[in-house]
DNA sequence: GTTTTACCAATACGAACGTATTGGAAAAAG
DNA sequence: CTTTTTCCAATACGTTCGTATTGGTAAAAC
């Protein structure tokens, strides 16, 4: 039982600043430039601090894409809708437009997410934050799709199912252009637009 | 003018080899476990070998991606089909299935694209082997879907282009879920046959 | 045989790495 | 004030890195 007790820090915003700065460089540089001291640098404070908030530089890798993960998920809880619920073609685009990495922000996320695709083949933890979502988001589409027919915004022959890995596989082809500058985050938003368009009746 | 002219090995092959080591090493633990030594000891050969082939570590890691392209050019350009000319729907199912990462071969090749999509950002020779590529096969599926709709075997009011970014987005979206071992290839061909079988008549 | 030189194994070297260790500042409780 | 303990800057240590350098081997030309 401490009797004396000193100041405490805000540990979860340390750690999230350092995990910042090493997002940062993963998506300019990749995972090859990561060092304890390039992560120091990046984030403007010294090596000890980063040593004091994690352990060794695994712990400091899974923490950063967690945090990543995250803030991920912030963004889609937090999303709010201007007149209440969204319709389902609405909530459609809105999830395929997110997937693409039109902004600074997502850019990031996305390019951070390749870099450590290869990480996640060997370490189960990793492996876990593509392994639970992916089906997740595949049934949210197909669920979206299966509302927008039974409401008759789409031909009853179409299969979810099927729309759903064309939806995903159309919004998740638009990356790799859209990060080398081939294509404009508009283009890529047209293309999904000009799809839906097509979908919906 | 040289008088003498020593024992000359075969150059391209020595490069090959080491080359291949080091696309193993990618594939499996990512560009951050490149070093020399470890391209040597994969490869079996000496580091002074690999010092004595490349000039150094980038241009090692330039060779080695422009190698994996030259193979994936090879394997297509010495596609043969038992019985002449391949249908429109044949060549457009073989071309979808290629991008699959189903056997350990193709399973490589795309691990390897993943791990330096993000060195390609800031270099423009990398880059280049993506920017140029990408819009060719676009263009290629799109003419195959519009030979197949000339012969009658598409419906002449599905328009090529969209067409193509379907199917490609359809079969490049396979790529996550069967190297994470979430879908099998045998899923991941299923997915691209169902669709084929609703885009022909 | 001698000579020449491509080939490459071995070693060396300085820089950068992950991390263990040390020491001190600073805030809260008594 | 003193005490306690968190926080972290600084330094040190052993390893690994890219690459420069050295030296020797062996094949081809003469």
């Given at each position: 039982m401490p009797v004396h007790v000193p100041r405490q820090v805000d540990h979860k915003a340390r750690r999230d600043q350092i995990a910042e700065a090493l997002l940062d460089i993963v998506a300019s540089q990749?995972?090859?430039?990561?060092s304890v001291r390039a992560v120091a640098a990046q984030a403007g404070v010294s090596a000890g601090r980063i040593q004091h908030y994690f352990a060794n530089k695994d712990e400091l890798l899974a923490y950063a894409i967690e945090y990543q993960d995250w803030l991920v998920q912030q963004r889609w809880n937090e999303q709010t809708w201007p007149e209440g619920e969204p319709t389902p073609r609405e909530a459609l685009r809105w999830v395929l437009l997110e997937?693409?990495?039109?902004d600074d922000r997502r850019r990031r996320e996305w390019l951070v997410g390749v870099a450590y695709l290869i990480r996640m083949l060997a370490n189960p933890k990793l492996r876990a934050l593509y392994v639970d979502g992916l089906p997740r988001l595949y049934q949210l589409l197909a669920d979206l799709v299966r509302m927008a027919q039974e409401a008759g915004?789409?031909?009853?022959?179409?299969?979810p199912g099927m729309e759903a890995e064309l939806l995903f596989g159309l919004a998740d082809s638009q990356g790799p252009p859209v990060v080398l500058g081939l294509r404009s985050p508009e283009q890529a938003a047209a293309a999904i637009d000009y799809y839906l368009d097509h979908l919906f009746q």
């Open positions: 990749g995972l090859e430039a990561i997937t693409i990495p039109g915004d789409i031909a009853p022959d179409r299969d």
